[in-house]
């Protein structure tokens, strides 16, 4: 299943068409009604912890599309487990 992007893929758009992709996979799995999945935030200072990086990376991440993230009032929130799939991403071996 594919869900058409118009325009660049912004992480906004990303992480709602995750979210709509996630939430089509639970209907086909179960009769219950349709509910989003649990999905934990983070801030972005929780998420520079994480990574050991300074914040002002992350908002480089984010800001880049390289890491989907919600914005929340002036904040944004970023989930947990896009940062853990990044990470996976971001091995390469040397040399």
């Keep these: 299943m594919s869900i058409p992007l118009v325009g660049k893929p912004t992480a906004r758009r990303v992480l709602k068409v995750a979210v709509i992709m996630a939430v089509k996979r639970e209907e086909g799995r179960r009769d219950d009604p349709p ?45 947990e487990k896009a940062v853990h799939e990044y990470l996976q991403n971001a091995y390469f071996d040397a040399g």
């Design 35 to 79: 509910t989003l999945p649990q999905v934990k935030f983070l801030t972005v200072a929780e998420v520079a912890t994480l990574m050991r990086v300074s914040k002002m990376t992350v908002y480089r991440l984010v800001h880049g599309g390289d890491l989907p993230a919600v914005r929340v009032g002036k904040s944004f929130r970023v989930p």
